[in-house]
């Protein structure tokens, strides 16, 4: 795997040969994207990620053989340092929770811009969770309507309080922006905002952007 601020190494796994080409050109400009390999189903991802060690696999879900969901828990469980992105057509509930629950850090649609793609696979490899805004609004919805039995017990105060600024880059966070995009809406750096984003998780005690959200939304604070 490649060492922070080099070109993040990426899988691209797809079960449409002219996608996988058109989206490993489009990668392959990028400065900041080194496209190490292309596998057409989720067995050969599993194989072909234990030879080429990237960072992040950029995964469909809907495939033959082996299924994109089905391939991220053998990836999770037999190549734990491995990130996996799911890049997919579909945004129904049962694709978006079943990919977080095997262990997906985020979840895009293909209709994303190339630029937001490479922000998504440079913060993937931090560990971040990136969601597109429809996706993040569907997890604070499953939350809002989870039963009273399913919630914890009581909402317990946070030890450290968030700051206005970091209430504000919480909600935003939730929405399913990006540092960069953060950044943008609230006249901040980028590099503020990650250390926002950073105090944030502290504060809340999880340890993703998605744990944050779903935390967020439990305390009250959305």
Do not use: C, W
């Not at 006249?187 to 984003?197: D, Y």
């Amino acid at each position: 795997m490649s060492a922070p601020g080099s070109a993040v190494r990426v899988l691209i796994v797809d079960d449409q040969a002219l996608f996988r080409e058109a989206l490993a050109t489009l990668l392959e400009v990028q400065p900041e994207i080194e496209v190490v390999g292309e596998a057409g189903d989720g067995e050969q991802a599993v194989r072909l990620a234990a030879d080429l060690r990237p960072d992040v696999v950029l995964m469909d879900l809907r495939m033959p053989v082996l299924d994109g969901i089905a391939a991220t828990t053998r990836l999770r469980a037999e190549q734990p340092g491995v990130r996996v992105l799911a890049l997919t057509t579909f945004d129904d509930d049962a694709d978006v929770f079943a990919a977080l629950r095997a262990g997906a850090v985020g979840y895009l649609l293909k209709d994303v811009s190339s630029a937001r793609l490479v922000e998504a696979l440079v913060a993937a490899r931090r560990g971040e969770s990136v969601l597109q805004p429809s996706v993040a609004a569907k997890l604070v919805a499953r939350v809002a309507r989870m039963p009273h039995e399913d919630a914890p017990p009581a909402r317990q105060p946070l030890v450290v309080p968030l700051s206005e600024r970091e209430l504000d880059v919480v909600r935003l966070l939730s929405e399913g922006n990006s540092n960069r995009e953060i950044a943008g809406r609230l006249f901040l750096a980028e590099g503020t905002v990650k250390n926002l984003v950073t105090s944030v998780l502290a504060k809340l005690q999880v340890r993703d952007r998605t744990q944050a959200a779903l935390r967020a939304r439990d305390l009250g604070l959305l």
